[in-house]
Structures are given as C-alpha cells and as structure tokens.
C-alpha cells in the first residue's frame, strides 16, 4: 500500500500481558515516531527512529515499553505486562528523510487493557 | 522542552462562517509546523505543513500561518461547513527532531 500501516487495528489484552504492535512505513522513508494518544488528548512522543537506530527514546514511559526497527524498515513497539493505564490508541509515523518533508501517520492501533 | 498549546479547546460556530483556530508553542527553534485533522476514533490527516522559513500555507479553504518569532500558528477556515467538524491539532518539529503535538481544538459545525 501506499499509507503507513498498523497492526493490529485493534488489541484486546489482560492485564500483566505481553503486547506487540506493529509498524510498517512508507516504502523508503528512514525517519519512524511512535506515539501514544489517550482520550481527548493529543498524540504523545514516545520514541525516534532514523534508520535503524533509536535517536531519542526519551518518551518512553518505563522499562515496560520498549521498540525495535532492525532492518531499518517495520518497527514493533512492544509493552510487558501491561497495565490498564497503558491503554490508548498508539499511532505510528512516518518521514522521507529530511526534516522538511511532510510526517504521514498510520491509522493506530487501539489497546485496551482488561 | 517545547510546549504546544492550543485555544480554544472546543469552538462551535454556524455552517457558512469564516474561523480561526490557534496554536502557540514555546520553543521558536523548529523545522516546521503541520496541521492536522482527526475525526472520532481515526487516524491522522495532514492538513497544511510549514516550513520555518515560510510564513503561510493554502489548500482550498484552509490557509495557515506561522510567526515563528511570537510562537504562533493559526488555521483559518473559510465558509465552514458540517464536513469540516473534527478534531484539529498542531504539532511542531524541533531541532531535536522530535514532534510535539498540542491537545487539539474539537471543532463543531452547526448545520
């Protein structure tokens, strides 16, 4: 497809359970976000990639979050035992290379925690 | 650290008015700023994206500016209609290369 895509769209967990989400970008582009939005809030930073490294995972709430992008392509953002706070829509972005181009977003993946 | 902020939290006006939505964000040092429309349990849209050197964008009714030296941001929406009722939110890229999105404005357009 032409879009940044998420998978799942939606995930349903219980609490203390591991979660992977899955992010696949725009064929070429090397910048990748992660954000997560609650209710009536706006979206919030929670890890930079270029390439395939992590330039800034300042936004990551805890040692519980953690994501990977090893081929400098997909990304997976992945939470352990989850907690119900954890829940919200989380929404990956995408970025050609430079830092004047436009961010595409994907749809998100929305995660509820029983 | 960068703050976006954006006024009003929630704006209804009637089906035919001209608008003015506003972004304010407290680190001038940014690449561009981009708005972005949302409508209930969806993804983001791109609206308009400006660069730090340029001053203004235009896409039919939407035009946005931007005064990097004040911090501010406004999206203007001419002739609204029903359609244009969504979430619209601000976000700026800083030097740092991370986004910083503001809480949104809800906006809702009385037919």
């Known amino acids: 497809g032409a879009g940044v895509s998420q998978t799942p769209s939606n995930k349903v967990t219980e609490k203390g359970k591991y979660v992977e989400l899955r992010c696949d970008p725009i064929s070429g582009h090397t910048a990748l976000y992660w954000y997560r939005q609650s209710l009536g809030q706006g979206p919030e930073f929670l890890i930079y990639?270029?390439?395939?490294?992590?330039?800034?995972d300042s936004g990551l709430p805890n040692d519980r979050f953690f994501a990977v992008r090893p081929e400098g392509s997909v990304s997976t953002l992945k939470i352990q035992r989850t907690e119900r706070g954890d829940s919200a829509v989380y929404l990956c972005?995408?970025?050609?290379?430079?830092?004047?181009?436009?961010?595409?977003f994907g749809p998100g993946t929305r995660l509820t925690v029983l | 650290k960068q703050e976006v902020t954006q006024i009003p939290a929630a704006l209804s006006v009637p089906e035919g008015e001209n608008l003015v939505l506003n972004c304010s964000f407290t680190d001038s040092a940014i690449y561009n700023l981009q708005w972005f429309r949302q409508d209930p349990g969806k993804g983001l849209t791109s609206l308009l994206l400006i660069q730090s050197s340029q001053r203004e964008q235009t896409s039919g009714r939407l035009n946005a500016s931007l005064d990097k030296s004040s911090g501010r941001s406004t999206l203007y929406i001419a002739a609204s209609q029903p359609g244009d009722s969504a979430t619209y939110l601000c976000a700026v890229l800083g030097r740092d290369d991370k986004i910083i999105f503001g809480k949104g404005t809800r906006l809702h357009i009385l037919p």
């Open positions: 990639f270029q390439g395939t490294g992590a330039a800034d």
């Open positions: 972005a995408t970025r050609r290379d430079s830092n004047t181009d436009t961010q595409y």
